[in-house]
């Protein structure tokens, strides 16, 4: 398998090709999940259930157990570690959802539009302990230091986009830095951990993190993208919402940089001050400025690094598996 140059794919296809592969996995991950959520708190168990019935990739904890799998781990921990950080991506899911004032997630209501923020923050937080009481019971230390970490970069990463809403001089430089702490972190430790749970060398565990970091920053970038170029139905939220939140993503970034004096003056306005009044204006001015076909670009580019990263493990069906994943990352169209 060359490694270096993406495929084309069929993502739905490619997507429950490695879904398959990992299923068995996956199914104990999803029935563990499913237990530690209980709670004898009646609006946590109603709040749970509405997460789990929202679906999902669950694309976290797959890296994980497909990076531990390719590493040759044969025994039971990535299971409690997978549930671990899906419980660390979903808390984080209800207080994005607080934080950005939204009401449609996959398709469906927020937590926080049906419960209010309160009840989302505050079983967001219950996620997160019940993730440590999780960890803790792998009673490894190295995992430890990892996951409490990984969990205070995102919060860093939180804070970071928070400073940037409705600043419309943030830079590409600025933009990826929120993504490195804000998503690509959890992805590179979810792949880090499987190396280390497979007893790799040093140096392969580095590989996998770099493959994780490198696949989070080709998955968001490519998320930012599809914003202004799918519809709600697809992408199951709804269109024009970062601009809507005053959020300053690539293909805003790349635009302002060719834009004409009042096209540039249209949008910054629509960054400092949210709304979607001009959203047709601006679509057209994205288009035209070429900011489309740039943002791509750069997410193929992480996603060439990831596959790249991949290339010092041994061949094998789960190697294989990361390296769809980088393909569907950037060819995914929700």
Not at 42 to 50: E, G, M, S
Not at 212 to 228: K, S, T
Request: aromatic fraction near 6%.
């Amino acid at each position: 398998m060359n490694t270096s140059v993406l495929q084309t794919i069929d993502p739905a296809r490619d997507f429950a090709g490695v879904r398959a592969l990992a299923e068995g996995d996956m199914q104990r991950i999803d029935a563990l999940v499913r237990q530690r959520l209980a709670s004898d708190v009646v609006l946590i168990n109603q709040i749970a259930d509405h997460i789990i019935a929202g679906g999902g990739k669950r694309l976290r904890p797959m890296l994980h157990t497909l990076a531990a799998r390719a590493a040759g781990y044969a025994g039971d921990k990535h299971i409690k570690l997978a549930a671990v950080i899906e419980f660390i991506h979903t808390s984080t899911l209800l207080h994005d959802d607080v934080v950005d004032e939204s009401d449609l997630r996959r398709g469906r209501k927020t937590a926080n539009a049906l419960w209010g923020n309160a009840a989302s923050v505050l079983v967001g937080d219950f996620l997160y302990s019940r993730s440590f009481q999780l960890m803790v019971e792998l009673d490894d230390m190295r995992i430890m230091r990892i996951l409490a970490d990984t969990t205070n970069t995102i919060a860093e990463g939180e804070v970071l986009q928070l400073l940037n809403i409705g600043n419309a001089d943030v830079d590409e430089a600025a933009y990826l830095a929120v993504i490195e702490r804000k998503t690509a972190v959890l992805f590179a430790a979810a792949t880090q951990l499987g190396g280390l749970l497979g007893g790799l060398p040093e140096a392969q565990v580095a590989s996998l993190r770099r493959y994780g970091m490198q696949l989070g920053y080709a998955f968001q970038i490519a998320d930012d993208l599809l914003d202004y170029i799918s519809d709600a139905d697809t992408l199951g939220k709804n269109i024009g919402d970062d601009l809507a939140e005053g959020k300053p993503t690539l293909p805003l970034i790349y635009a302002l940089q060719r834009v004409g004096t009042e096209q540039a003056r249209e949008m910054r306005h629509a960054i400092e001050h949210g709304g979607l009044g001009s959203l047709d204006h601006i679509l057209t001015a994205i288009r035209e400025s070429g900011a489309i076909e740039r943002t791509r670009e750069c997410a193929l580019r992480h996603a060439r690094a990831a596959r790249e990263a991949l290339s010092s493990l041994a061949p094998s069906p789960y190697r294989d598996a990361l390296a769809t994943l980088a393909d569907y990352s950037v060819q995914r169209t929700f």
